[in-house]
């Protein structure tokens, strides 16, 4: 059995949302396309008490971009963002949630983040996804989403590491880029640990076909 998983697609990520990801509301038309053809579609939120310590605004004298240490990892400073139920943490209004069937939230923790669906970025705490997904016989996830260098980056890998099959939806992606090049850099990465590289394309049939 194979499940989709939709990778933070939330207002805060798109043009306009306090950490915007460049295009980021071009990936929520692939979702949308995708969703009806997985039995089991499961979208992660972001989902961050308004003290969190990935907020720059909760460092008083450091800035966003600034690397702090958190739970023992390195930590990217961030705009505030996804803070628990703010307009900024729904789903964008044009994804159609009906074929959601888990929502995982992630990030709840004040003083870890959680750039994974799977584990805080210490992976000592789990989110529940992985047995949420080997209940239901789930062995391959095809991962899209936001943003390629950070959250669905560290799902896929996480995903790999738990041995399911992990695909990733290229052009169902969008990065940071916090640095030119990340998003592809991570795509690599990804590529390197064992995620194959598809597009929508790939599962919907190609246009030229009709
Ligand atoms: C994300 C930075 C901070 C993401 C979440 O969804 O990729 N990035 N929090
Ligand atoms: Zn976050």
Partial sequence: MRALLLVDLQNDFMPGGSLAVADGDAVVDVANGLAPLFPLVV??????????RSFASNHPGRRVGDVVELGGVPQVLWPDHCVQATPGASFHSSLDVAPIGYVVR??????IDSYSAFFDNDHR????????LRERGVLDVFVMGL????????????AVSLDFGVTLVADG??????????????IAEMRAAGVGVITSEHLLGTPESK
């Fill in 106 to 111: 992630k990030g709840t923790h004040r003083d």
């Fill in 125 to 132: 705490s789990g989110t529940g996804l992985e047995a949420y």
């Fill in 173 to 186: 992606c969008r990065a940071v880029e916090m640095q030119r090049g990340d998003g592809e850099r991570a």
């Fill in 43 to 52: 979208a992660t939120t972001d989902w961050h008490p308004r003290d969190h």
């Fill in 147 to 158: 943003a390629t260098d950070y959250c669905v980056r560290a799902t896929a890998l996480d």
